[in-house]
């Protein structure tokens, strides 16, 4: 790295500084009034296109693997917009028996764990992850094998064993629960920002169009004329928009609501250490919810598939039907919080496969044009691991394409997610 690299501190506020576009049309309107300039960078070897977690930690990678990087994104670096913006995510590693999502997990934790100790200020806060589902649920009973077998440091107990531990939470009888101890909380946007100033790079307010290829240079070329060897478009909820021919349902936008709600004065029973991040595991459904942490008060989200949604456009204001399920499931599951105060929300989008499982494989026909998506409800805290792989598929182009994460298996039909 030269010795004139912007610092990390630097990048940071400039990142936190940037401002949302009004749309990404407008934005595209004036850059086609304006003169072109000439190339920031003449070339690279990958143009990391969206400032989410999956583009900042594939940067991260090739940045540490001695690549050129240059990184794109319409509104800027864990913008409010994104699935990888806002304020908290959940990491943990019980996946059922599903071991290759566990497996990331658990190598990602590493590097947020590794990122938050030398960070301005914690991305991740080790609060533990309660799991509770009616006793012999399957699922349950095989993340904690799965636990078990890979030495991850976990606690299990009945009903009255979680009734006992955790006596701010109404448990039903007949409930079994499963608690990660080293597993919690992260920030999510400044967490990406962070990861991005940890490389060193300069995220570039850019609407980036579908891949252009010159074959006497054989290059890519970028918007304002420069080149780069690879692309990487890692665009979450927009990538189908780049790409509809390919991936219009395929990848489907859902818009989720989030809702915040604060504890009485002096009830720490609501925040760390007391209460760990939880997922409530019944009915055939998840419901899930971070304990106060830096001040957001307790978060309650629900684990479902909402209405499908243009991510720039989408009106982002809670429900009122939505806030009324939130506080009737409060009131059941947390009956010390029945009068609380909604404090705070915020309505987001998954990005769904269709069959559930992240896309990391090359554009159809295209050697050195990578998609990156589906990260639905799980991909923030698998970001590290996402972002390993498809870095080591630059490195390596005979290194193949995991089955469940290639083009090909992804249908039309939006599928199953897991928080």
């Known amino acids: ?18 401002p949302v576009a009004a749309s990404a049309a407008a934005a595209e309107r004036r850059s086609k009034r304006r003169k072109p300039a000439r190339p920031k960078v003449q070339h690279v070897d990958v143009a990391v296109i969206g400032a989410g977690v999956f583009g900042a930690w594939t940067a991260w990678h090739l940045v540490r693997a001695g690549k050129s990087v240059r990184m794109f994104d319409a509104y800027g670096a864990g913008h409010w917009r994104a699935s990888s913006g806002g304020e908290s995510r959940v990491i943990r590693m019980g996946y059922g028996a599903d071991a290759i999502y566990s497996q990331m997990a658990r190598d990602s934790l590493e590097y947020w764990k590794d990122l938050s100790d030398s960070a301005s200020a914690p991305i991740f806060h080790k609060t533990g992850v309660l799991w509770f589902a009616p006793e012999g649920d399957r699922y349950t009973a095989q993340s904690r094998a799965w636990l078990h077998a890979n030495d991850v440091p976990h606690q299990v107990g009945d009903v009255r064993w979680l009734q006992e531990k955790y006596r701010q939470i109404q448990f039903y009888q007949g409930e079994t629960g499963l608690l990660e101890t080293e597993s919690g909380a992260l920030i999510a946007g400044r967490g990406v920002q962070e990861v991005i100033a940890d490389a060193r790079i300069e995220v570039e307010r850019v609407v980036m169009p579908a891949p252009l290829f010159s074959k006497r240079i054989k290059r890519h070329t970028l918007p304002d004329g420069g080149t780069a060897d690879h692309l990487v478009y890692a665009c979450g909820p927009w990538i189908a928009e780049l790409f509809p021919q390919q991936l219009m349902g395929r990848i489907v936008a859902t818009r989720q609501e989030i809702y915040h709600f604060g504890a009485p004065q002096g009830d720490t029973r609501f925040a760390p250490p007391e ?19 830096e001040g957001a008060g307790f978060k309650i989200a629900f684990d479902t598939h909402g209405p499908v949604v243009d991510p720039d456009t989408m009106d982002r204001s809670l429900t009122p039907a939505g806030i009324a399920a939130a506080r009737a499931y409060v009131a059941r599951r947390f009956p010390g919080l029945a009068d609380a105060p909604l404090i705070g929300g915020r309505v987001c989008q998954y ?21 990156v998506g589906g990260g639905s409800g799980h991909g923030f805290k698998n970001g590290p691991a996402v972002g390993k792989r498809v870095a080591a598929h630059i490195l390596d182009k005979d290194l193949a394409i995991e089955p469940r994460f290639s083009f090909a298996s992804k249908g039309t039909v939006a599928g199953r997610t897991v928080f």
Do not use: K
């Open 1 to 18: 790295m030269a010795d004139n690299a912007p610092s990390r501190r630097a990048l940071l506020t400039g990142l936190a500084a940037l």
């Open 275 to 293: 209460l760990p991040v939880w997922a409530d595991f019944n009915n055939g459904r998840i419901v899930y919810g971070i304990p106060d942490i």
């Open 351 to 371: 990005e769904n496969s269709s069959n559930g499982d992240y896309l990391i494989d090359r554009f159809p026909g295209q050697e050195r044009v990578w998609l």
